[in-house]
Nanobody, 122 residues
Framework: QMQLVESGGGLVQPGGSLRLSCLAS????????MAWFRQAPGKEREFVAT????????SYADSVKGRFTISRDTIKNTVHLQMNSLKPEDTAVYYC???????????????WGQGTQVTVSS
């Protein structure tokens, strides 16, 4: 079983930036696609971004395209989400996940972290 621990969340003003990190341990990291999802209060969990096992392909939700960047460091078993130009509607708990398929569908991911809160507010 792989353990995932997110960090880097917090309170930021609109237009600001945050960088989320997810550290994987317990199993080899490299064969898996990695993704970020988010869930706001009263809403369904939604896809944010994903990166394939080699790091050569990425995919983003339309709502974050051009503002967020996902990357992975295979040596450090870490995936990052750089979030720029943050908006109040980005407020949510952000989760990282691993899966064998490069996909934006949450059921393709079988290991999940506990989440980190991101709040965008003035």
């Amino acid at each position: 079983q792989m353990q995932l621990v997110e960090s880097g969340g917090g309170l930021v003003q609109p237009g600001g930036s945050l960088r989320l990190s997810c550290l994987a341990s317990g199993r080899a990291f490299s064969p898996y696609a990695m993704a970020w999802f988010r869930q706001a209060p009263g809403k369904e969990r939604e896809f944010v971004a994903t990166i394939n096992s080699s790091g050569g392909s990425t995919s983003y939700a339309d709502s974050v395209k051009g503002r967020f960047t996902i990357s992975r460091d295979t040596i450090k078993n870490t995936v990052h989400l750089q979030m720029n130009s943050l908006k109040p509607e980005d407020t949510a708990v952000y989760y990282c996940a691993t899966g064998r398929r490069f996909s934006g569908y949450y059921r393709d991911y079988d290991n999940w972290g506990q989440g980190t809160q991101v709040t965008v507010s003035s």
